[in-house]
Nanobody
Framework: QVHFVASGGGLVQPGGPLRLSCAAS????MGWYRQPPGKQRELVAR???????VYASFVRGRFTISRDNVKSLMYLQMNSLKPEDTALYYC????????WGQGTQVTVSS
């Protein structure tokens, strides 16, 4: 059973940066997902085993997904954060498996 642990969340001011990390398998497509308060979980970005990224339109140009297959880690560099980016962020396979882990809270507020 795979357990994903996302970390790096916190409180940040609008316009600020934050970097999330997740332990990830090096040979499987992975994704970052988020669940804003009162809304459904949504895909933020995904990356294949070769490092090719795909972004949701609402983060394109602001967020960067990457992975280090040697360290088996995946990252989400978030820049120019907006209050609407406030959410619980998760990492998972892409397409996602059943086990989501606890996620990491990102709150963008002044």
């Amino acid at each position: 059973q795979v357990h994903f642990v996302a970390s790096g969340g916190g409180l940040v001011q609008p316009g600020g940066p934050l970097r999330l990390s997740c332990a990830a398998s090096g040979t499987i497509a992975m994704g970052w997902y988020r669940q804003p308060p009162g809304k459904q979980r949504e895909l933020v970005a995904r990356i294949d085993s070769d490092g090719n990224p795909v972004y949701a339109s609402f983060v394109r140009g602001r967020f960067t997904i990457s992975r280090d297959n040697v360290k088996s880690l995946m990252y989400l560099q978030m820049n120019s954060l907006k209050p609407e980016d406030t959410a619980l962020y998760y990492c998972n396979f892409y397409p996602p498996g059943r086990n989501w882990g606890q996620g990491t809270q990102v709150t963008v507020s002044s």
